[in-house]
């Protein structure tokens, strides 16, 4: 019936045949409703995995455990909160497709972190102190994690006002990526600076590194 999910359906059958059965009964699924319950708990496992393997990557990548933590608490909550928003409004459903949007999601959200982080992280190698490191590099990585962010949204913004047959998969996808990466990514911009001001490590400038970052004619110039 309009206004009825599957997984809601489903589970009225359940205590239907549980109560018409008594405690001795056994349920099975098929079809779509195997789907459901067999996927359809997956969600928290899911979103542990990902953002699992985002910090491991991460702490290789910054070389640290602690600023790996910038990225992950200071935009994933941000953007799976946006994206839920519209689901306790009843726009949509956590279905099966909204569960692959949130796991697309934290990959998207938290590049927009990496980016102010990595260059944050360089700026105190070449010597400047957190405060100045971290204004700077929001200063200078606000293009392109608009850009990021701008992508998304407009790219997956049509999913949302799409119609007929199979319509619904592509809006719940779509309405949480819009959602997420609009509301995580304004969030961003203020978290993450303050998170990183509370818990960044301090990459203090060897001789090693200005090794690397200076040539023969003189420093190198800093990435855009």
């Keep these: 019936m309009p206004g009825v999910t599957k997984e809601f359906a489903l589970t009225k059958l359940e205590e239907i045949a549980r109560k018409a059965g ?24 899911s979103l542990g995995l990902a953002i699992a393997l985002i910090y491991l990557v991460l702490a290789a990548q910054f070389r640290s455990f602690r600023d790996p933590l910038i990225v992950l608490l200071g935009s994933v ?3 799976i909160s946006g994206a839920l928003v519209f689901s306790f409004l009843d726009f949509t459903t956590i279905n099966i497709y909204s569960q692959v949007g949130l796991v697309t999601l934290v990959g998207l959200i938290a590049k927009n972190g990496i980016l102010i982080v990595e260059f ?12 100045t490191a971290i204004r700077q590099a929001s200063a200078t990585r606000l293009r392109p994690v608009l850009m990021t962010s701008f992508a998304t949204v407009f790219g997956h913004l049509p999913l949302v006002f799409v119609t007929g047959p199979g319509a619904a998969a592509r809006n719940s996808i779509g309405t949480v990526l819009v959602a997420g990466m609009t509301i995580g990514t304004i969030f961003t911009l203020f978290v993450i600076p303050v998170m990183y001001l509370l818990i960044a490590a301090k990459h203090k400038h060897t001789p090693e590194q200005a090794e690397e970052t200076t040539g023969a004619t003189g420093p190198t110039p800093l990435p855009a």
């Excluded at 056994?26 to 496992?45: C, N, V």
């Excluded at 944050?120 to 405060?131: F, H, I, P, S, Y």
């Design 77 to 79: 909550p941000l953007a």
């Design 120 to 131: 944050a992280n360089v700026l105190q190698e070449r010597g400047l102190d957190k405060l």
């Design 22 to 45: 008594g405690g001795d009964i056994t349920l099975d699924h098929a079809g779509e409703s195997r789907q459901i319950r067999k996927e359809g708990s997956a969600m928290a496992s």
